[in-house]
């Protein structure tokens, strides 16, 4: 083998592995929703599926399956969690949701949650810790409409709280 053949298959092997370290990105976001006319806050969560994934399996089971072959108990876990980590406070009074139930689109799982009995929305105050405990780098990004108004929040590690005023 000639210097420039073990030069190039050295530069290539080089380049290849470099593509290992890129650095993955971790983020989930948050759509909530204000209906005047059903008084309820409705709530879409987006989160990669690899990355609930491994958390589930982490935290409740090794051997719980997403996606196709998917668990019985993925709604049971998702719930339990995803009520452990994001809470809602509607005009300084802490609020409970429902989990209504998920599905997946490509890379994603979204689940459907809802807050029902909100008369009016002033303020929200969004708590937001989902993944946080396994990746360090997770960000949330928050996003609340009320009628045609629109206000965002990006939430991480040592920011995982934010307040919305609808006041103003």
Do not use: A
Request: with cysteine.
């Amino acid at each position: 083998m000639n210097k420039t053949t073990l030069f190039f298959l050295l530069t290539l092997v080089f380049v290849l592995n470099s593509f290992k370290t890129i650095h993955k990105f971790y983020v989930s976001v948050t759509q909530v929703e204000y209906n005047e006319q059903q008084e309820s806050l409705q709530i879409i969560s987006r989160i990669f599926i690899d990355d609930i994934k491994e958390l589930l399996k982490e935290r409740y089971d090794v051997t719980i399956e997403v996606g196709e072959k998917e668990d019985t108990k993925i709604d049971e876990y998702l719930s339990l969690y995803i009520s452990k980590k994001l809470k809602f406070t509607v005009n300084d009074k802490e609020v409970p949701f429902t989990f209504i139930g998920k599905e997946y689109e490509d890379d994603l799982i979204i689940c459907y949650l809802e807050i029902e009995h909100i008369s009016f929305l002033e303020t929200i105050e969004v708590t937001n810790q989902i993944l946080m405990d396994l990746f360090e780098e997770q960000q949330n990004i928050i996003h609340v409409k009320k009628n045609n108004q629109r206000k965002s929040l990006i939430l991480q590690k040592e920011k995982h709280l934010g307040v919305l005023n609808f006041n103003k």
